[in-house]
């Protein structure tokens, strides 16, 4: 595998702290007093997906597990069911005050799964993990899918502490070269600034246009606003048109509500010294707030030959990782979230989405190895479809 030396703006200090420490002191710092979640237990199928909880009220119980709903939220059900856009983060949120947010996420996947096009994407995933669990090994991919490379762009912290968040792509890395494609990996700085990553990420496109075949992209966390820059805006269609497909997963596309809190003039103060206490600036915090990164969105505009597509975990509150709780608790008070992402912000209006039940923000499920094998797989097929205009 190797490596784009294109950028090499790293902190510049020896790594001897835990990543891990320094975000868990901050959402102690920022999120102190949520309250305790109720645990309700449950397990269930909703539009094709399978829960297990707990979950958090006696509705979002019934709601996984088939029981009768009272009349006003059935309605609900069968309104989000049938409307053909989906579901905004106000529509989330009142469902979530009104209900739960158990049951308001629960809303979101039947109406996400509801959409034809999604379910059909959803089922070659699903069909594509259901083979590879079946064969137990990796198998290569077809002939006429081969021509494919993947540049990986990591997330946040990935060279401090991606061992433990997932955000070096390390495992999927190896997953997809045991499959025998190629992959490169972008440098970009872990805690710069979007723009400044972005520029990182279209250098890295640019320099692969030369290479035989067509290319995937593949970002996570808060690499997803980056690529989307780069993409949407710093390159133009002549030159992404050797990018085949973006695949988004668990992207801050619109930021975080926990950037917005922890910048709040009340607690920057402290946020900073955190920061500044382990070597850090507050750049790529900054890069996550909200409203920055929607008016970012509203102006990007990207090539009408780029499959899109969003890998989404979506947790039930008994679902969340010890990494994720203290998010969530804060998020869950405003919408549906995956403890650091709000789950309506997390993919775009044309996306393919790809819902994993259970999963939060660092997907640290088992199989993690075999389900990237599936995905990419999955985005190859949604490429060939979309291309083919057989898209459904």
Same mark, same amino acid.
């Given at each position: 595998m190797n490596d784009l030396g294109l950028l090499d703006s790293q902190n510049r200090r020896p790594v001897t702290y835990s990543c891990a420490g320094l975000a868990r002191s901050l959402l102690a710092a920022v999120l102190a007093g949520c309250a305790a979640i109720p645990e309700f237990p449950a397990s269930g199928v909703v539009a094709g997906h399978e829960f297990r &909880?707990?979950?958090?009220?006696?509705?979002?119980?019934?709601?996984l597990v088939g029981a009768e709903l009272p009349r006003e939220l059935e309605g609900l059900r069968q309104r989000v069911r049938? $409307?053909? +856009?989906?579901?905004?983060?106000?529509?989330? !949120? +009142?469902?979530? @005050?009104?209900?739960?947010?158990?049951?308001a996420t629960l809303l979101l996947v039947e109406a996400v799964s509801a959409d034809p096009r999604q379910a059909h994407a959803s089922e070659l995933y699903r069909r594509e993990l259901e083979v590879l669990r079946r064969v137990g090994v990796p198998t290569p991919l077809p002939e006429d899918r081969q021509? =494919?490379?993947?540049?990986? %762009?990591? &997330?946040?912290?990935? $060279?401090?502490?991606?061992?433990?968040?997932g955000s070096d792509f390390a495992l999927q890395r190896a997953a997809i070269e045991?499959?025998?494609? $190629?992959? @490169?990996?972008?440098? %970009?700085?872990?805690?710069?600034?979007?723009? +400044?990553? !972005?520029?990182? =990420? !279209?250098a890295a496109v640019r320099s692969v246009a030369d290479h035989e075949g067509r290319w995937i992209v593949v970002s996570a966390s808060k690499s997803s606003?980056?690529?989307?820059?780069?993409?949407?805006?710093?390159?133009?269609? $002549? +030159?992404? !048109?050797?990018?085949?497909a973006w695949l988004n997963i668990g992207g801050a596309l619109r930021g975080s509500p926990l950037a917005d809190r922890a910048l709040r003039a009340s607690r920057r103060w402290w946020v900073w010294l955190l920061f500044r206490f382990e070597g850090f600036d507050l750049d790529g915090l900054a890069g996550l707030r909200t409203e920055s990164?929607?008016?970012?969105?509203?102006?990007?505009?990207?090539?009408?030959?780029?499959? @899109?597509?969003?890998? =989404?975990?979506?947790?039930?509150?008994?679902? %969340?990782?010890?990494l994720g709780r203290r998010g969530y608790r804060y998020l869950r008070t405003l919408a549906p979230n995956d403890g650091l992402v709000l789950l309506a912000d997390a993919f775009l209006d044309g996306d393919h989405v790809l819902l994993e039940p259970g999963a939060d923000h660092f997907f640290g499920h088992e199989e993690q190895q075999r389900r990237s094998r599936a995905l990419l797989r999955t985005v190859l097929t949604l490429v060939r479809e979309d291309e083919g205009g057989t898209a459904r």
């Open positions: &909880g707990p979950v958090d009220s006696a509705l979002a119980q019934a709601f049938e $409307r053909e +856009e989906r579901p905004s983060s106000a529509d989330l !949120a +009142e469902w979530s @005050r009104r209900y739960s947010p158990d049951v021509d =494919v490379g993947v540049l990986f %762009v990591p &997330g946040w912290f990935y $060279r401090s502490h991606g061992t433990e968040t045991s499959l025998g494609i $190629r992959t @490169r990996f972008v440098p %970009v700085d872990e805690n710069g600034s979007v723009e +400044e990553n !972005a520029r990182a =990420v !279209a606003p980056e690529v989307a820059l780069a993409l949407g805006s710093l390159l133009d269609a $002549r +030159e992404c !048109a050797h990018v085949a990164r929607r008016r970012c969105l509203e102006s990007l505009e990207f090539p009408a030959h780029l499959t @899109r597509v969003s890998y =989404v975990g979506v947790p039930l509150s008994g679902n %969340v990782s010890d």
